[in-house]
């Protein structure tokens, strides 16, 4: 048998508590510990070797949770501009009795750029998004959570395979 403490191979091992842990030592290291039998019937400290066994299993969850692998998507949560950000934009124009030319100058951007964000060709970046919403008193951006609980578009499994990315004739 090994000595679990040096090392060295002996005949016999004595089962020993050295620093809370029960190890099976030869007899010369086993002067560094208490006899494991004497040790689990008069510790002062109020722990039984089963709670320490529990400390143990506590913290080898802990470590297993740690080490374990994290979707990091589940819970998140993304602000997008809505669906049909075109047409609500030209109906609260024109509920505010502004033509398109009028409200691009108002706002300060291009006719262009504005006909087209109107047309659904053109989606509006954040800094832009909040001047129309300031100045139409209306609300283009919405939150979405991307957790795992929606479908990607996939399969029936719910998970993106390779042929979602193939373009089928």
């Known amino acids: ?28 290291c086993a002067r560094f510990g208490d006899d494991y039998k004497a040790s689990s019937s008069s510790q002062s400290s109020g722990q039984s070797t089963g709670g320490s066994r529990t400390v143990i299993e506590q913290r080898l969850e802990r470590r297993e949770k740690r080490m374990g692998t994290k979707d990091v998507y589940a819970q998140a949560k993304t602000v997008e501009v809505v669906e049909n950000y075109g047409r609500t934009i030209r109906e609260a124009r024109e509920a505010k009795g502004m033509d398109l ?50 479908s990607t578009g996939g399969g029936s499994s719910g998970r993106m395979t390779l042929g979602d990315f193939i373009k089928k004739k």
């Open 101 to 150: 030319d009028a409200f691009s100058k108002f706002i300060s951007e291009k006719k262009g750029t504005m006909a087209k964000i109107e047309a659904n060709r053109l989606v509006p970046d954040d800094k832009l998004v909040k001047k129309i919403e300031k100045a139409l008193d209306i609300k283009l951006l919405e939150t979405v959570s991307s957790g795992a609980g929606q």
């Open 1 to 28: 048998m090994l000595c679990e403490m040096c090392g060295k191979s002996v005949p016999f091992t004595k089962s020993v508590m050295i620093d809370g842990a029960k190890l099976e030592v030869c007899p010369e």
